[in-house]
């Protein structure tokens, strides 16, 4: 499989109608698809503080992975946090993911990232043998201890 990634160029017509078609698939998957994700570009580009990579297969957008800048106070460097990590139901399996992984990484190289950081349910077996398959861990300084993704929401998601 021909698989070519890039850095999405928010701006660009083309890399905004893929993200917002592969953000809308994960979304229907998850139960909270939404009409204004068609403004995701738009807000991504008036950020500035990260970067998506997509995926295609010819012309046909295949995956996408959103990702945003935090800082470690201990590294005093920067982090790149792996917000969203999606790949089409039809692509799934053939190692898409995986290229994608490997360009943010080449990304966040460039950047001096000390860092690359992810959130991932306990039951995504798939997911998560994927990051483990590609050098994920848990933290090695904290080798036993059980991470706790927690989050409390201070605006109405409606």
Known sequence: MSLETRIADYRDANDSKAIVFLMREYARLEGCDR??????????????????VLAYQGANPVGLINCFYGFSTFELRVVVNIHDVIVTESHRGRGVAGVMLARVESESRSRDACRLTLEVLDDNVFAKRAYEKFGFGRDPSHPTVETYFMRKQLVSSD
């Open 35 to 52: 009409d204004d994700l068609a403004e995701l570009p738009e807000l991504l580009s008036q950020i500035d503080r990260g970067f998506s």
